[in-house]
T-cell receptor, first 113, second 109 residues
Framework: ETGVTQSPTHLIKTRGQQVTLRCSSQ?????VSWYQQALGQGPQFIFQ???????GRGNFPPRFSGLQFPNYSSELNVNALELDDSALYLC????????????FGPGTRLTVT | RKEVEQDPGPFNVPEGATVAFNCTYS??????FFWYRQDCRKEPKLLMS???SGNEDGRFTAQLNRASQYISLLIRDSKLSDSATYLC??????????FGAGTTVTVRA
């Protein structure tokens, strides 16, 4: 196992609502990246946090936001949920931004109705 | 144009067969390349890094062709446990991993 955990495992929300997903990285991993994986697609990069600051962002709107905490935990927040936000959300941790080898958590499956 | 493109398959092969597939990437500045494996409804897991000189890890061989901007993965002596989706991953200078949509391999008894 990678030592990366995510909660909750599954979540059902209604369009327009807000959601917070949580990730706990491996101890010592200062970098966390979040990905969205729609059915039948590869993971798409949302953003990366390094030492509690955003270090890079993919093509996702501002309603996707994140936080990283000193205790190796992090959050992904999505406001004003849309039906297309239904996906598997994965977090991945690494020791630092320069290390491309990332360790993924099991993901949170979000369904927006 | 997608950053990373893969043949989705599926590749349906008998046990013991050899299967190979490629992916192409669009950004010539890409600096690191990987193959990840993803089992159904599970998280991706790093299978192997891909080096310019080509590299092997047991029954798996990865090749990189920078001039043509493609990466290949070859699996020899396929096992039932090799059935999975194989994700081609390219890392750019800004540490973002770009994933292909995956190639599905099914190994049958």
């Amino acid at each position: 196992e990678t030592g990366v955990t995510q909660s909750p495992t599954h979540l059902i929300k209604t369009r327009g609502q807000q959601v917070t997903l949580r990730c706990s990285s491996q101890s010592g991993h200062n970098t966390v990246s979040w990905y969205q994986q729609a059915l039948g697609q590869g993971p798409q990069f949302i953003f990366q946090y390094y030492r509690e600051e955003e270090n890079g962002r993919g093509n996702f709107p501002p309603r996707f936001s994140g936080l990283q905490f000193p205790n190796y935990s992090s959050e992904l927040n999505v406001n004003a949920l849309e039906l297309d936000d239904s996906a598997l959300y994965l977090c991945a941790s690494s020791e630092d931004p320069g290390q491309f080898e990332q360790y993924f958590g099991p993901g949170t499956r979000l369904t927006v109705t | 144009r997608k950053e990373v493109e893969q043949d989705p398959g599926p590749f349906n092969v008998p046990e013991g067969a050899t299967v190979a597939f490629n992916c192409t990437y669009s950004n010539s500045a890409s600096q690191s390349f990987f193959w990840y494996r993803q089992d159904c409804r599970k998280e991706p897991k790093l299978l192997m890094s891909v080096y310019s000189s080509g590299n092997e890890d047991g029954r798996f061989t990865a090749q990189l062709n920078r001039a043509s901007q493609y990466i290949s993965l070859l699996i020899r002596d396929s096992k039932l446990s090799d059935s999975a989706t194989y994700l081609c991953v390219v890392a750019l200078n800004d540490y973002k991993l770009s994933f292909g949509a995956g190639t599905t391999v099914t190994v049958r008894a």
